[in-house]
């Protein structure tokens, strides 16, 4: 009996001292991340603003953590396309999703994203968000937010939009608006959203709730008129332009936001050292800098910020999917 107490003993030794050695290995391992370059899956086309973001940041990141942070475009599906090729890959911290607002969008569109993002992905970092703006065509006899809710609900039916597709932000900040202001209007999507931005500067369609950055230049030519924007405080870039929340739909915000996400399972050691990397490239001075001329908005959060963040986000925009009864299938 004392000697197989004995043994027990010695074996539960050993197996401390394996956990032991394990646990140090898998410290060195985090002290070591990264060792090699960084995959950044990103669901949207290359050029757009959402990509000129990301790829400044990774760029930033490559520099202060010593290995290239790739960003690698796989556009499709309002970003379902990147998503699922992220929740399949490995949770060692070299496989990220720079992800928008479609992550939590998309599971109310569709019956099967493919993806649980509570379930499959870990939140990194909140990143950064780039207000809508409400646009509408000169030629609508609308010149502040309050004359065009009182147009859109005499004259809904008259009254046409633009959107970069079913289910996209520009299509669901709209959607929000008319069902907060009690008013209505003809949705016109399209195939992304220049061809939105074209339609409407050519007159085909009255509004269209654009993305700051890319209405700017067309906002100071001239070819479209600004009534509100989407953000909870106004712009520097459009100091005269007021917040929809103000004027005509108090608690009204629309962001197209931006954030990363790993696998599920990725170490709680990895998240934050690539989170905190990323936090810290978006305090840099140059780097507020240049997202400040492209209007978008540092939107730093910590992990647990940012899973709070998305909970909210998607209740918000669940409501509204539902009352509107929109699906994708």
Known sequence: MQRLAGAVVLLRGLAALAMLLLAGE???????????????????????????????????????????VLVENRPGGQGVIATQL??????????????????????????????????DLVPVAGLAAVPLILLVHPSVPA????????????????LSYASAGIGNATHLAALRLLQEVGASAVHIPYPGGGPALTDLLRGTVQFYMDTTNTALPHLRSGAARALGVGSAERLATLPDVPTLAETVAPGYTAESWQGLMAPAGTPDAVVRSIGAAF???????????????????????????????LEDEARRWQAVIAASGLRLE
């Open 143 to 158: 010149r502040d937010a309050r004359e065009f809710v009182a147009l859109a609900k005499t004259r809904g039916g008259e």
């Open 279 to 309: 936090l810290a490239v978006l305090a840099d001075a140059e780097v507020r800098a240049r997202l400040a001329q492209m209007s978008v908005v540092p939107r730093p959060r910590s992990s647990q910020e940012y899973r709070a963040y």
């Open 26 to 68: 898998s410290l060195a391992a985090d002290a070591s991340y990264p060792a090699r370059p960084v995959r950044l899956l990103l669901g949207f086309a290359a050029g757009g603003g959402t990509d000129v973001t990301a790829r400044l940041l990774a760029a930033k990141v490559a520099e202060r953590v010593g290995q290239p």
């Open 86 to 119: 992220a929740v399949r890959g490995a949770p060692d911290g070299y496989t990220l999703l720079y992800n928008t607002s479609s992550l939590v969008t998309s599971p109310a569109l569709m019956r099967d994203p493919g993806y649980d993002w509570r379930r």
